[in-house]
C-alpha cells in the first residue's frame, strides 16, 4: 500500500484486493486497446454495426479500468494503470494482429472476454473468501457488464434460431417441460 486508508480492512487484506485490482486494471485496459484494434481494422460483413458496437465495447472497457483504479485507491493502494504496466501485467493473450475480417474480430473478442469475466469472477470468489463485500459489489456489477458485452458478441456469431425452438413460445425447445421456466 501506498497510500493511509481509514477504510476498516486489514492491511494484509487490503494488499492483497489492491494487488488483485491492479491485475484487473492490467487486463480493462489491455481489453479496451484489443477493442480499438477490432474497431480501426475491420472490415467485411456488418462493418458499420460491428464498428460502432466495438467501440462502444470499448469504452465499457475504460470505464471498468478507472472503477478497478479508484477502488484500489480507496484502499490505499497506487493503481498501475500505464500502457507500459498494462502490457506486463495483463493476463490477456496479445490479439490477433491476422484478424480482419468481421467474424474472426469477433471469435477474437469473444475469446478475450470470457477470459476476463473468468479472471472478474476469480476475483469475486477471492474478495468474498476475504470477506470483503464493497470489492465484491463492484466486481459483480462489473461482471454482469461484461457479459451482457460478451452477450451481444456472441450474438453476431450465433445467427438464426436452432432445431427444435419454436418461435414465439419463449424461446423453449418444443420438447420442453412447460412448467419449468427458462433462461430468456
Same mark, same amino acid.
Given at each position: 500500500?501506498?497510500?493511509?486508508?481509514?477504510?476498516?480492512?486489514?492491511?494484509?487484506?487490503?494488499?492483497? =484486493? &489492491? %494487488?488483485?485490482?491492479?491485475?484487473?486494471?492490467?487486463?480493462?485496459?489491455?481489453?479496451?486497446?484489443?477493442?480499438?484494434? @477490432?474497431?480501426?481494422?475491420?472490415?467485411?460483413?456488418?462493418?458499420?454495426?460491428?464498428? +460502432?458496437?466495438? %467501440?462502444?465495447? @470499448?469504452?465499457?472497457?475504460?470505464?471498468? /479500468?478507472?472503477?478497478? /483504479?479508484?477502488?484500489?485507491?480507496? +484502499?490505499?493502494?497506487?493503481?498501475?494503470?500505464? &500502457?507500459?504496466?498494462?502490457?506486463?501485467?495483463?493476463?490477456?493473450?496479445?490479439? #490477433? *494482429?491476422?484478424?480482419? $475480417?468481421?467474424?474472426?474480430?469477433?471469435? @477474437?473478442?469473444?475469446?478475450?472476454?470470457?477470459?476476463?469475466?473468468?479472471?472478474?469472477?476469480?476475483? &469475486?470468489?477471492?474478495? #468474498?473468501? +476475504?470477506? $470483503?463485500? =464493497?470489492?465484491?459489489?463492484?466486481?459483480?456489477?462489473? *461482471?454482469?457488464?461484461? $457479459? +451482457?458485452?460478451?452477450?451481444?458478441? $456472441?450474438?453476431?456469431?450465433?445467427?438464426?434460431?436452432?432445431?427444435?425452438?419454436?418461435?414465439?413460445?419463449?424461446?423453449?425447445?418444443?420438447?420442453?417441460?412447460?412448467?419449468?421456466?427458462?433462461? @430468456?
Amino acid at each position: 500500500m501506498n497510500f493511509p486508508s481509514h477504510v476498516n480492512v486489514a492491511s494484509e487484506k487490503r494488499e492483497e =484486493i &489492491i %494487488d488483485l485490482l491492479n491485475t484487473l486494471l492490467a487486463d480493462s485496459i489491455d481489453l479496451h486497446w484489443q477493442i480499438k484494434q @477490432a474497431h480501426w481494422n475491420i472490415r467485411g460483413t456488418h462493418f458499420y454495426s460491428r464498428h +460502432l458496437l466495438f %467501440d462502444d465495447l @470499448a469504452k465499457h472497457a475504460r470505464k471498468q /479500468a478507472d472503477e478497478f /483504479a479508484e477502488r484500489a485507491g480507496t +484502499l490505499g493502494g497506487y493503481a498501475e494503470g500505464t &500502457i507500459r504496466l498494462a502490457a506486463k501485467n495483463s493476463e490477456l493473450p496479445e490479439y #490477433d *494482429l491476422k484478424a480482419v $475480417e468481421s467474424e474472426d474480430h469477433l471469435k @477474437a473478442l469473444v475469446d478475450r472476454f470470457a477470459r476476463y469475466a473468468a479472471s472478474i469472477r476469480g476475483g &469475486i470468489q477471492r474478495c #468474498d473468501e +476475504l470477506e $470483503e463485500p =464493497i470489492t465484491v459489489d463492484l466486481l459483480t456489477q462489473v *461482471l454482469g457488464d461484461v $457479459e +451482457l458485452d460478451m452477450w451481444f458478441l $456472441e450474438s453476431h456469431l450465433n445467427g438464426g434460431a436452432r432445431p427444435g425452438m419454436r418461435p414465439g413460445k419463449g424461446g423453449r425447445d418444443a420438447g420442453a417441460d412447460p412448467s419449468r421456466p427458462t433462461n @430468456a
